[in-house]
Antibody, heavy 123, light 106 residues
Framework: QVHLVESGGGVVQPGGSLRLSCAAS????????MNWVRQTPGQGLEWVAF????????DYADSVKGRFSISRDNSKNTLFLHMSSLRPEDTGVYYC????????????????WGQGSLVTVSS | DIPLTQSPSFLSASVGDSVTITCRAS??????LAWYQQKPGQAPKLLIY???SLQSGVPSRFSGSGSGTEFTLTISGLQPEDFATYYC????????FGGGTQVEIK
């Protein structure tokens, strides 16, 4: 059974940095693209970033491009989101989400989600 | 992004009713649309992908249809556990979600 557990959220001041982690189990992590999706009061559900199964392709929403970086460690079945230059509008619950299809090189449906990690950007 | 417009935003229905939610794209997205269900305090759950494919484990009372710019999610015979918020999502050129439809008990 797929299990995704996010950690690393918290309260950070505007301009600060934070790193989220997502521990994956129950599936062949190295075979699936992974994503971060956030849910904010202002924008609802918003896709944030994607990384291909091998880590060789990344893509980002315009709202976070240049500030956020997605990475993965397939040897440890872990996904990361490095967030910097954080803004109040980045406040929300951040979910890691698994792509539906095996070895797919591009965007895919999100068939499994973690429970979410709350990030609050406030002074 | 290709904006998605869901309607209605709010829907009140009774157990046993059949309900339909519509999602419209501002331009054609072929069949690249999914539907998710989200309950309070929980992550979204994939129900339908590729417009009409039922995700494994999802009850058959959920069905999706459409292509191009207009899509529908139908729940045939609402159950108590179906009262939730439903979102559509497209993949072209990036993953993008609709604003949601809240289904509440009448």
């Amino acid at each position: 059974q797929v299990h995704l557990v996010e950690s690393g959220g918290g309260v950070v001041q505007p301009g600060g940095s934070l790193r989220l982690s997502c521990a994956a189990s129950g599936f062949t992590f190295s075979g699936y693209g992974m994503n971060w999706v956030r849910q904010t009061p202002g924008q609802g559900l918003e896709w944030v970033a994607f990384i291909r199964y091998d880590g060789m392709i990344e893509d980002y929403a315009d709202s976070v491009k240049g500030r956020f970086s997605i990475s993965r460690d397939n040897s440890k079945n872990t996904l990361f989101l490095h967030m910097s230059s954080l803004r109040p509008e980045d406040t929300g619950v951040y979910y890691c989400a698994k792509g539906l299809h095996y070895y797919d090189s591009t965007f895919n449906w999100f068939d499994s989600w973690g429970q979410g990690s709350l990030v609050t950007v406030s002074s | 992004d290709i904006p998605l417009t869901q309607s209605p935003s709010f829907l009140s229905a009774s157990v046993g009713d059949s309900v339909t939610i519509t999602c419209r794209a501002s331009q054609g997205i072929r069949w690249h649309l999914a539907w998710y269900q989200q309950k309070p305090g929980q992550a979204p759950k994939l129900l339908i992908y590729a417009a009409s494919s039922l995700q494994s484990g999802v009850p058959s009372r959920f069905s999706g249809s459409g292509s191009g710019t207009e899509f529908t999610l139908t729940i045939s015979g609402l159950q108590p556990e179906d009262f939730a918020t439903y979102y559509c999502q497209q993949l072209n050129p990036y993953p993008f979600f609709g604003g949601g439809t809240q289904v509440e008990i009448k």
